[in-house]
């Protein structure tokens, strides 16, 4: 088995495309994407949605087009993906309070269904606009099946 040869710049790519540390940071995030778009049934991309469900954006968007995720479902689990809102249907930023409930949603959820693996992207930190240590102080209040993963862009505060 041979290894194929990686981009210098990034470390990841074969297509030796990255000149700049913008072009790396890109070539990052299309190799991720790459990498849940492999990913087997029993997988639950977990994401960031308003509860009009109107996933026309980042993770939620990436969601109805490879995850199942049903356009006008705005929480919960819909194909292979689960919405946990971080916006009302006006699209108005919920309150932490808010999104927290939702989350204590989520967290019974997984317990009820141990046999699936939920990918958990960032939610509430992109178009919701909040800080990761703000949902992550939520998520430390609560206990955590083993089948919940945490995608490593939670490290990057």
């Not at 088995?1 to 790396?24: G, L, V, W």
């Not at 689990?77 to 927290?100: C, F, H, Q």
Request: glycine residues 8%; aromatic residues 12%; charged residues 20%.
């Amino acid at each position: 088995m041979s290894i194929e040869p990686t981009c210098d710049y990034c470390h990841q790519c074969t297509k030796f495309r990255c000149k700049s540390a913008e072009d790396a940071e890109k070539c990052a995030e299309e190799t991720r994407m790459e990498v849940f778009k492999n990913i087997r049934h029993k997988h639950i991309f977990v994401f960031g949605s308003n509860l009009g469900g109107r996933h026309g954006k980042g993770a939620a968007l990436f969601a109805r087009d490879n995850y199942g995720a049903v356009y006008g479902e705005g929480a919960g689990r819909t194909g292979n993906a689960y919405g946990i809102p971080t916006k009302d249907v006006n699209l108005k930023i919920l309150s932490l309070d808010m999104i927290e409930t939702h989350v204590k949603v989520f967290n019974m959820y997984t317990f009820d269904h141990p046999n699936l693996i939920f990918l958990v992207t960032p939610f509430g930190t992109g178009l919701a606009g909040y800080n990761k240590l703000d949902i992550i102080a939520i998520m430390q209040k609560l206990v955590w099946t083993r089948n919940v993963l945490f995608t490593k862009e939670w490290m990057n505060l």
